[in-house]
């Protein structure tokens, strides 16, 4: 009888148990996708965001808010505006409060042509600032506090290659206060321009930040004769980052090489030094280092994405797919893994391939967008017309923009069967 008088006891603690590890389970997912939006690893911090969002409790709906305006956010970078607007909804049907929710919202609704919401949005946002005390209001001369909203939307505008309207939205944030940061934006998006104009044979690598003649003059960085002697592998290495993330990419490279000299082993130091290396259009350099990587850890996602990716780039397809296939034999639950696979097998024409790996990709994430477009050009491909417009017509609902012609004429031929 003892036995069961505990059982309840004991199923109820089995219970919150479990219900404390899926609370904390979703917290780690919303921190690990701010960090993959932090380093530009787009995909995966989406992937990341969508795997919380299921598991928030009912004392966590803050957070789940929070989650779907920093999901929209990432949206609106990769020019998903339709799909950052239905984020932006739901993190206002929980907190119609959160700032950024309203922010995302209007600059979704302005992308896809809407201004008159967009006003809307944009008012709310700067009444919400004001009351959290976060705004101050100049009527006649922007502040300061305008500065990072035109850096954001330069950024975003950059990001989606709207070159003159980034220009302009920089400018707007020298007007107010001149700074290097903003300086060393403005010079990137000029040299894109200019860069545009080389022609399709020549490779192309843009720093996040192009000019290392202010080094001077950037807060929180020291010239490397004036600083100490013994530094520790962790300052190294923050200090790396620091310079890589200015667009110091030769000044990076110094310091990430300097900690490996100091730990060989170091396997987050040779994938920054490999993305500093690509930057630089240093692509055998990069190959070598992420393969390092790799063979120091065979489980490190981003090593691998990276470098497929750069294989991608650079047309070397059969070295994607094998890597790929490597990369997924030690991640199989990786849903990006299996999408650059998919990628790569497409880019060789070997579409049957391609949409064994999308669909194992979905199988993994089915709330990815691009996957979801991607598997149905390669059914397009292969005359699956029905099972083509299917994947379509669900990116569409996931907020792709998908090819109005494509569109059009997969409808017909789907109909024709």
Do not use: W
């Amino acid at each position: 009888m003892k036995i069961f008088k505990k059982a309840p006891f004991l199923v109820m603690f089995s219970f919150l148990l479990s219900n404390l590890c899926i609370a904390q389970e979703a917290e780690e997912h919303f921190k690990k996708g701010i960090g993959y939006f932090e380093t530009r690893l787009i995909d995966k911090a989406i992937a990341e965001f969508k795997m919380a969002l299921p598991l928030f409790k009912e004392d966590q709906m803050q957070m789940k808010a929070e989650t779907y305006a920093a999901l929209a956010n990432v949206y609106n970078k990769t020019g998903i505006h339709k799909a950052a607007i239905t984020a932006c909804k739901k993190a206002i049907e929980i907190n119609p409060d959160i700032a950024n929710a309203h922010y995302n919202l209007g600059f979704a609704y302005r992308e896809e042509g809407n201004d008159e919401l967009a006003k809307q949005e944009f008012a709310l946002y700067d009444k919400l600032l004001k009351q959290e005390g976060e705004y101050i209001e100049s009527p006649e001369k922007p502040t300061s506090d305008d500065i990072d909203k035109y850096i954001t939307l330069g950024d975003n505008y950059f990001i989606e290659g709207k070159l003159d309207e980034a220009i302009a939205e920089y400018k707007k944030a020298l007007e107010i206060k001149p700074r290097d940061d903003i300086l060393n934006k403005l010079g990137q998006v000029h040299q894109q321009k200019r860069l545009a104009g080389k022609s399709e044979g020549q490779p192309v690598k843009i720093d996040t930040f192009t000019s290392e003649k202010t080094f001077d003059k950037m807060p929180g960085l020291t010239a490397p004769d004036e600083t100490e002697q013994d530094l520790s592998i962790e300052e190294l290495t923050e200090r790396g980052i620091s310079y890589y993330d200015q667009g110091m990419i030769n000044k990076a490279i110094e310091e990430f090489k300097e900690v490996l000299e100091l730990d060989p082993d170091d396997v987050k130091t040779y994938y920054h030094l490999g993305n500093a290396y690509a930057d630089k259009g240093m692509f055998d350099e990069a190959i070598s280092t992420y393969k390092k990587a790799i063979e120091k850890n065979p489980a490190f996602i981003n090593a691998y994405l990276s470098l497929s990716t750069l294989y991608l780039d650079m047309d070397l397809i059969d070295e994607a797919i094998s890597l790929c296939k490597q990369s997924i034999s030690a991640n199989p639950n990786d849903s990006f893994l299996c999408f650059h696979l998919g990628e790569a097998y497409a880019r060789n024409k070997q579409y049957e391939e391609a949409i064994a790996a999308y669909n194992n990709a979905i199988s993994i994430n089915p709330m990815d967008p691009e996957t979801q477009y991607r598997l149905a050009e390669s059914y397009y491909q292969t005359k699956q017309y029905d099972m083509a417009l299917k994947h379509a017509t669900q990116s569409e609902e996931l907020g792709y923009i998908t090819d109005p012609a494509f569109m059009i004429d997969l409808k017909k031929k789907a109909g024709a069967e």
